[in-house]
Nanobody, 124 residues
Framework: QVQLVESGGGLVQAGGSLTLSCAASRRPGSIFVMGWFRQVPGKAREFVGG????????TYIDSVKGRFSISRDTSTNIMELRMNSLKPADTAVYFC?????????????????WGRGTQVTVSS
């Protein structure tokens, strides 16, 4: 079992930056994948990006490429999502998730562990 806790959400103006953190309760194993998802009311949960815990390889959806970046600290078991040039369309609840495996998959159903989410609101 791995418990995940997100932090760092808030209100920011368009063009601004925020960094979200996801703290894992224990060291994710080398076969873990961690990801960020987001969801707005009435819509499906959307994959934003993910990282292979052991290698650090990352992937992102097209709409955030060049603006968002994921990093992980293997000594503190923390994953971060750095979000720059934020847009109102980025407004959502952001969730941290983890799965056993060696591939960064994009469906929420492929992830076994979830945090409770943190709200990000971008004002125009």
């Amino acid at each position: 079992q791995v418990q995940l806790v997100e932090s760092g959400g808030g209100l920011v103006q368009a063009g601004g930056s925020l960094t979200l953190s996801c703290a894992a309760s224990r060291r994710p194993g080398s076969i873990f994948v961690m990801g960020w998802f987001r969801q707005v009311p009435g819509k499906a949960r959307e994959f934003v990006g993910g990282v292979l815990w052991n290698k650090g390889d990352t992937t992102y959806i097209d709409s955030v490429k060049g603006r968002f970046s994921i990093s992980r600290d293997t000594s503190t078991n923390i994953m971060e999502l750095r979000m720059n040039s934020l847009k109102p369309a980025d407004t959502a609840v952001y969730f941290c998730a983890a799965r056993l495996g060696t591939a960064i998959l994009t469906s929420p159903t492929d992830y076994n562990y979830w945090g409770r989410g943190t709200q990000v609101t971008v004002s125009s």
